[in-house]
């Protein structure tokens, strides 16, 4: 029986002793992949319909479907911050039948703060299709317009905002730890659900993986939760700028861990190739306001272990 290959992540819990094994399965795989797809592929998204993520997955899936000759089929698996359906995914067989596309965030924070049926090596990282233009937004006709002016009403009076899961949380409630404030998070499930609270006025603020770009006039960024500055926020100063810290942004597909070198291979051609599909490109550019950036298996890999140490130093700062 040929052994799989396991991430740069697994790489380094069992040492020298992979070795043998990549180069045993590099040398039984290529028949593996000769049949692969011989039938439509599952891609699971594990948030709530509406949000930035199931937007793109829907249409990205089509273009991945035409690069790879199947049908891909889009699940949405909600829950816990995206921990279900990344739970699923981590439990299926590695064949290439499954994948997940996700927030790098939902499948590296859960481990280090939660107790969950994955841990930081239950994925292959195949590819990343674009960075997450992650923001602190607010309605546009909110008395405030700027992270200092948010922070100064919150002196005031305490403030709610959208709570979408235990990632979001601990940056939100790290700036207010910062600055001596405290505010009230009211619980929503993702994105979809995000929009009607803030619009409503149920919640004051809220953390944006980039569907604020969609409600142009609607919505406004106060800051940018990326290490830099966003794409259609230029002038709004990041969180890396006022704290030192910030959130993980990769959009990623990764199938289960141990999936065959060759099938790695070809799924990351096709997802290379899909990215630059003229829809899902509009999507992103026009729409979204994302960048088109593509990042293959190894050096996303590599990335995820940066990402890693980055998050925990966010945990030693003191996030909840």
Do not use: C
Not at 85 to 104: P, Q, R, S
Not at 204 to 229: C, P
Not at 302 to 320: C, S
């Amino acid at each position: 029986m040929p052994h799989h290959p396991k991430s740069r992540l697994a790489i380094m819990a069992v040492g020298g002793a992979v070795v043998p094994a990549i180069v045993a399965s590099s040398l039984a795989v290529p028949a593996v992949a000769a049949d692969y797809p011989s039938k439509p592929v599952t891609l699971v998204i594990p948030y709530r319909a509406g949000g930035s993520t199931e937007t793109m997955g829907r249409v990205f899936s089509k273009a991945l479907g035409k690069e790879l000759g199947t049908r891909v089929i889009v699940r949405t698996r909600p829950g816990a911050g995206g921990a279900v359906g990344a739970t699923e995914v981590a439990k299926k067989k590695a064949d290439g039948y499954t994948l997940l596309f996700a927030a790098a965030v939902s499948l590296l924070w859960p481990p280090l703060r939660q107790k969950v049926e994955f841990d930081l090596d239950s994925f292959t990282y195949i590819g990343q299709i674009t960075n997450y233009q992650q923001a602190l937004v607010a309605r546009q006709d909110a008395p405030y317009n700027t992270l200092k002016e948010l922070i100064a009403h919150a002196k005031k009076k305490r403030l709610n905002y959208a709570d979408q899961g235990a990632m979001t949380r601990a940056f939100v409630e790290y700036i207010a730890t910062k600055e001596g404030v405290k505010w009230t998070g009211i619980p929503t499930k993702g994105g979809g659900e995000m929009v009607p609270f803030l619009l409503g006025g149920k919640v004051d603020f809220a953390w944006s993986g980039g569907i604020h770009n969609r409600f142009a006039g609607k919505m406004k960024v106060l800051l940018s939760f990326n290490a830099t500055r966003l794409v259609a926020s230029p002038d709004i100063p990041s969180i890396g700028e006022q704290y030192g810290v910030a959130m993980p942004s990769q959009a990623v597909i990764v199938g289960p861990k141990g999936l065959d070198a060759a099938l790695v291979t070809k799924i990351e051609g096709a997802i290379a190739k899909a990215v630059k599909d003229k829809a899902f490109v509009d999507l992103l550019t026009t729409k979204l306001k994302f960048p088109a950036k593509f990042v293959g298996h190894k050096a996303l890999t590599a990335d995820i272990e940066k990402t890693v140490a980055g998050l925990k130093q966010v945990i030693a700062a003191g996030a909840k």
